[in-house]
């Protein structure tokens, strides 16, 4: 008997005599010991490599993983290509030749002038996983602002390069998180937010407070940076600036969390005297900065709309009044931008891109056609610009990047992949299913065409269901190649998404959350009951607040899936609030300090709504030592408590990466390595038929 067929003998994991009052309830956790910092704790540590060599030992095991290992290698070396930039007449973007573990910072002098390489992350460091995490043209493109990411962390380090010479300034500016970078119009300097620097041992754990906004000006080291804005006695609250389109203006954006509910204060960069002027007020609603063109201040927002429109107050007295400008429609306005002098509105219709355009005062101007049904992105630039770029990508479509000239309304390929397999051999049709309590959901199901059903295929079942993020159709290498080995995918747009709008949203949050894991669950349903797969046949996946729905739709439901894959899931719903960004969690999870979200909360945690006495699907956990966005403590507990369980012989296991965080910035061995891992993995419980690696 080969060791894949037999259970796993798991380490020891020590319990501790660790208990919580909540509101009278007396709630244990055994294992909060494993919530240290594994780069600070020997203990941890030791239980992590423990935890690893039991788990690589199996996966090592399995039939078919490393002839999945070399064909998705194969699949994966291809060109590719990300959006473009353009700043003055130079036009940057990114580009990965096939397999390099980072993408590569070309710059170019106009449409027709060859490219050369400006950054290669590729060289920064020995394991490829520091990472280019973003990129910012000064207004006349002469040098760049970058962010450095490492190791997969939140925190950044903010470079600059000049785009001529290539050369790195000595400028070097540290503790940056959840920030962009914006250029002073003459481009003397940016704009940034960042963090005091955390105390010793607290980087990848401790609370992030008391963000504030800062001027850099060039050669400065970043001790002369000047504060430009903070609110000292809200430490809570967050800051994004950005310099208005015409230079005169900072915008600052204040957020206190997830949900998109603003306030926004505006300085006047030609008279700092001036008192900062806030021109929305309360956290109530969405008000994003656009643009500025005309002499007005464009700005998106949720106000009287919950599925978006577009409105302007005048420059010169803004916040005094508001002029609509794009109504809301039937469709979410997910995207607006000012270009050449016209609007562009990407609208989401039943989760697939459409584009229309707008004069400035909101007249239409038509559509602008895609290439085809699918998800595109982009559409950047100033409201002077003569032209933009935009992706387009579908399950079966790899992105191409377009250059559309706004004056002739002609659309150009700017960038296409040359892929190693054809896109056209696959399938994607779009399905609505009803939900336990009727709602009707979309989900998109994909697969080989001529695949046989007739008995059910092994069915991969991935969603989200949180933060008002849309999952839309997007073209994923390590997918498709589940789909060469004969199965099936299948995305659920579940409520918590923002797919539909704020009504959607609100529909899988807080105290409504149970509706996500019961839209999840009618998605399995259906695909049983269509016969497009079976119970044994069925695995399910997620990421972050995906994670946490995988881990709890087993728990309610373990007979109706045969593998699941939680990815560096929000595991322990009663402690997430005291780590990193955990914090800012609480508008769509709700706060374990009352009462009533307590309940609910407790209700559904993964960590402690584990089922003993029931036989639980096959497990394989992953997560990252230097995951400081969800702290891989939370999958700790969550393997522990699995493997304490008497829930089967099926294995759960923890697959732990070393220098990768959440997700950002993983180098391509890496993602290569834990896909082969994870598609043999379910490939042997949902019975997928691969060639035995002898």
Not at 36 to 52: G, H, L, T, Y
Not at 204 to 216: D, E, I, R
Not at 519 to 533: K, N, P, R, S
Request: hydrophobic share 40%; glycine share 10%.
């Amino acid at each position: 008997m080969k060791n894949h067929d037999t259970k796993p003998a798991y380490p020891v994991t020590k319990t501790v005599a660790q208990a919580d009052d909540f509101f009278g309830v007396s709630v244990a956790d055994p294992y909060r010991w494993l919530e240290a910092d594994v780069r600070e704790d020997d203990e941890v540590a030791a239980w992590v490599k423990a935890q690893n060599d039991v788990t690589f030992a199996y996966l090592e095991s399995l039939p078919g993983r490393a002839e999945i290992k070399a064909r998705l290698k194969a699949l994966w070396d291809y060109e590719k290509f990300l959006l473009p930039v353009k700043k003055g007449e130079r036009i940057f973007y990114r580009r990965n030749d096939g397999l390099q573990n980072q993408y590569v910072l070309y710059v170019q002098d106009g449409a027709e002038g060859a490219p050369r390489v400006l950054l290669d992350p590729n060289t920064w460091s020995e394991d490829g996983a520091t990472a280019l995490s973003a990129y910012y043209p000064s207004p006349d493109g002469s040098l760049v602002a970058y962010l450095v990411q490492d190791g997969g962390s939140d925190w950044m380090t903010i470079r600059i390069v000049d785009a001529s010479t290539c050369a790195v300034l000595e400028d070097r500016i540290d503790w940056v998180k959840f920030s962009g970078v914006s250029w002073a119009k003459d481009g003397s300097g940016f704009y940034y937010s960042r963090y005091p620097e955390p105390e010793a041992g607290g980087a990848f754990q401790s609370l992030n407070l008391y963000q504030a906004v800062y001027f850099h000006k060039i050669g400065d080291a970043q001790d002369k940076d000047r504060l430009i804005y903070d609110r000292p006695e809200r430490p809570e609250e967050g800051f994004s600036a950005a310099v208005s389109s015409d230079g005169k203006t900072l915008v600052v954006t204040v957020w206190k969390g997830t949900d998109s509910r603003y306030e926004v204060v505006l300085i006047d960069l030609e008279n700092f005297a001036a008192e900062p002027k806030e021109i929305v007020s309360g956290f109530q609603y969405d008000y994003s900065y656009i643009a500025t063109a005309a002499g007005r201040h464009y700005f998106f927002t949720d106000k009287g709309a919950p599925k978006g429109r577009l409105a302007f107050t005048p420059a010169e007295e803004p916040g005094m009044a508001w002029t609509e400008v794009i109504p809301e429609s039937e469709h979410v306005l997910s995207g607006v931008s000012i270009v050449g002098g016209r609007i562009f509105a990407h609208y989401m219709e039943d989760v697939k891109s459409a584009l229309r355009m707008f004069t400035l005062e909101g007249n239409s101007l038509g559509r602008l056609e895609l290439p085809g049904v699918g998800s595109a992105g982009g559409f950047g630039g100033e409201p002077d610009d003569e032209e933009t770029f935009y992706s387009f990508e579908s399950f079966n479509r790899p992105p191409t990047i377009y250059r559309y000239d706004i004056a002739s309304g002609e659309q150009s390929v700017f960038r296409e992949p040359e892929t190693p397999f054809d896109p056209s051999e696959y399938e994607v049709r779009q399905v609505f299913y009803p939900s336990k309590d009727g709602t009707k959901i979309p989900m998109f199901i994909a697969h080989k065409k001529g695949l046989d059903l007739s008995g059910g295929a092994p069915t991969l079942l991935y969603a989200y269901g949180g933060f008002n993020v849309s999952v839309t159709p997007a073209f994923s290498v390590t997918r498709l190649q589940w789909m060469e080995m004969g199965g099936v995918f299948a995305l659920a747009n579940i409520r918590g998404g923002g797919e539909y709008g704020k009504a959607w949203h609100d529909a899988g949050r807080l105290l409504n959350k149970q509706n996500v894991f019961d839209d999840f669950i009618a998605a399995g349903e259906y695909l049983i009951a269509e016969g497009i797969t079976a119970k044994e046949k069925l695995a399910i996946q997620g990421g972050s607040n995906g994670g946490l729905l995988v881990g709890a739709v087993i728990n309610q439901r373990p007979d109706l899936f045969a593998a699941g894959l939680p990815a560096v899931g929000v595991m322990d719903m009663l402690r997430f609030h005291k780590f990193t960004a955990g914090r800012f969690w609480v508008d769509d999870y709700g706060d374990p300090g009352k009462e009533a979200h307590f309940k609910n909360l407790y209700a559904y945690s993964p960590c402690h709504n584990i089922q003993g006495g029931e036989d639980y699907p096959a497990i394989l956990i992953t997560t990252a030592d230097t995951d400081d966005r969800v702290v891989p403590g939370h999958s700790f507990k969550y393997a522990a408590a699995l493997q304490a369980a008497e829930i089967g012989d099926r294995p759960h296991l923890i697959r732990i990466e070393t220098r990768a965080g959440h997700g950002a910035g993983k180098p391509t061995d890496k993602i290569i390595e834990e896909y082969a891992d994870m598609w043999a993995f379910i490939a042997r419980w949902t019975g997928l038929k691969l060639e035995a690696d002898e």
